[in-house]
């Protein structure tokens, strides 16, 4: 059951990474990730809630196109291809970790395989069909070596305080699932 409720947080985190919508802007969505922060030793303003304009204006900004610096672009393939280009080395690890958990994904999605999101949802999945092997392999083998790096790129284009949180939040999760998955089993 426990597995099953870190499987929708994650999830939750997932959405939140997602263009700014009416979902995961809403006063709900905020309360949230208040909770959630809460319970992690994150705290946010009782005011925390951006406006969906100012948020879409700011995941513009921060992840797709910035005119007076680099992005923190939301995909693998830039952290761990030594190009910086989409689509390489990244989607190539995050299409085969797919496919070993028995997952499909077409490369004629909108979004690649290694989309920061989309490895999110994997993860949530993995964590609701508790399939511990595929999940610590996926975290130690692959999103483990570029979220950090990705987290560090997006806090030093000092980015709206939701965002940070949420990269705050999803560390602190992903972290706990390392200690339950990686290293309890070493």
Known sequence: MADQILSKVIEL????FLYPN???????????????????GIELSPSFEPSIEILKEEYTRLFVNNPNEPCAHPYSSVYLDSSGLLRQRGEEEATKFYEMAGLEYSRNQKESSDFLPTELFFISELLYRENFSTLSSFLENHFLKWFPLFKNRLE???PNPYYKILADITEALINLLKKEVIDEKA
């Not at 985190?13 to 939140?16: E, I, Q, S, V």
């Open 13 to 16: 985190l997932a959405n939140g």
């Open 22 to 40: 009416e979902i995961n802007c809403s006063s709900d969505f905020f309360n949230a990730l208040r909770e959630l922060g809460s319970l992690l």
């Open 156 to 158: 030093s284009l000092k």
